[in-house]
């Protein structure tokens, strides 16, 4: 069975005063100073705790201080390069140049395949260049979509950093005493470059209004089990997203709210817009281009399942790259939203995002999102559900109230699979929600 582990931390004060988190200033000074970092700028080999100065170029300020532990591992390799599979190319030329930028930010005339082009972005305003990235990563190449099983746990600290009751993968400290199992499931239904005979969207009803469908379902333990929630995203995203609950405890759907949407999703670091770094809508956000940075990045895991050092096992023990990403800031556009703002790193090739952090009202560093992916690199021809840089790993860490949240696959990989119009009418029915998959 495919299985993939998410772990979330709640990591209790070692002491009364904890030292001050950067501010945005600060990482925008760091960015400024690193801005010429090459991406061959160090040489692969094994990297640790005394070469922390040469990983600080490729590291931003909050993530310098968690790889800062002595048995640090980063096994640096060269930078890789990854093609989207060719079905996505060829929707990408075709459609070249007919993607536009709305006055709002809207997205205009996109039918298939990457919206805007690395010199369209360089060469626009940083407002408008800001949402280009912000677009192309949500029409990134994803296939039809992916689903997994996964586990949630919760993993409190050990007052001198040890390892207590850890699961698979886990080689740093913490120790874990709660876990829960989960189902997910996101399916594209429209912009398909695999369904070119049919106007680019699935033949299934809405596929002409809705761009995915998600649904996620809670499988034990008891006291959770039979939670159950469908997101539908609209291609018109001033609409906003419909998203449907099922609660066994009340035996009834109901439908989550804008302002739930950015709560604690089951009491973990994420909301329901930080999954993969951002997973919300681009309208919901201000965006504004950076610039450029190669960071320090896991791209293409070699770990199956994924392993975990440092002291709350944190940080990946695997082989990473120097990834060129592009920089992008997003202010939410709701007043009321506890976040200031979030710093995106995304991937200039794969449009993946590998880092994201993000600051509170005063402008403080507060959490930082760490993602790993992993690629098929035994297919030098691979068919599309291998052809997609593939979800392996989610690290969340409160550098404020140091907590954190590692989400990791544990037997098998994330499956990206074809998916057939009536397995689509089956999943995401609102009226089967109160019944089993």
Not at 2 to 26: E, G, K, M, W
Not at 47 to 58: E, K, T, W
Not at 61 to 78: M, N
Not at 234 to 259: H, I, M
Request: aromatic content about 10%.
């Amino acid at each position: 069975m495919l299985r993939h582990v998410i772990a979330f931390a709640t990591l209790a004060l070692a002491c009364t005063a904890q030292a001050a988190s950067p501010d945005y200033q600060a990482v925008l000074d760091w960015l400024e100073r690193n801005a010429d970092a090459p991406v061959d700028g160090l040489a692969a080999g094994t990297y640790g705790q005394d070469r922390l100065a040469d990983l600080a170029r490729y590291a931003p300020p909050g993530y310098q201080e968690e790889l800062d532990f002595d048995s640090l591992r980063i096994d640096l390799t060269p930078t890789a390069h990854y093609e989207a599979h060719p079905t996505y190319q060829a929707a990408t030329q075709k459609f070249a140049g007919q993607a536009s930028i709305g006055t709002g930010g809207e997205l205009l005339g996109h039918v298939a395949g990457l919206p805007f082009s690395r010199e369209q972005i360089l060469a626009a305003p940083e407002t408008e260049a800001g949402f280009m990235v912000a677009w192309n990563q949500i029409h990134r190449w994803q296939h039809y979509g992916y689903r997994n099983e996964s586990t949630i746990i919760y993993i409190q600290p050990t007052g001198d950093g040890s390892a207590g009751n850890l699961l698979e993968g886990m080689r740093g400290g913490g120790h874990v005493d709660r876990h829960v199992e989960m189902f997910y499931h996101r399916v594209y239904l429209s912009r398909l470059a695999t369904e070119a005979n049919n106007d680019y969207r699935m033949d299934v009803d809405g596929a002409d209004e809705l761009f995915f469908k998600e649904y996620i379902e809670m499988l034990a333990p008891f006291d959770i089990a039979g939670l159950k929630i469908v997101v539908e995203r609209p291609l018109d995203q001033s609409l906003g997203d419909q998203v449907n609950s099922y609660l066994p405890t009340e035996r009834r759907v109901r439908r989550l709210s804008a302002k739930e949407r950015a709560d604690s999703w089951i009491g973990t670091q994420w909301t329901l817009d930080d999954f993969e770094g951002f997973s919300g809508m681009v309208m919901d956000n201000d965006w504004r281009f950076l610039g450029e940075k190669a960071i320090l990045t896991v791209a293409s895991s070699a770990e199956q399942p994924p392993q975990f050092h440092g002291p709350m096992s944190t940080i990946p023990l695997d082989r990473w790259q120097l990834r060129p990403c592009f920089v992008v800031e997003a202010v939410p556009r709701w007043k009321d939203h506890p976040y200031g703002r979030r710093l995106i790193f995304v991937d200039q090739e794969t449009y993946n995002i590998p880092l994201t952090l993000v600051f509170d009202r005063d402008d403080r560093l507060v959490k930082i999102f760490d993602i790993v992916y992993a690629y098929s690199d035994d297919h030098a021809d691979p068919p599309p559900e291998l052809s997609t840089p593939r979800w392996r790993a989610s690290i969340g860490i409160n550098v404020q109230e140091r907590g954190a949240t590692i989400a990791a696959e544990a037997d098998s990989s994330t499956e990206y699979v074809t998916v057939k119009p009536s397995q689509v009418r089956k999943l995401f029915s609102i009226s089967n929600l109160s019944s089993g998959r």
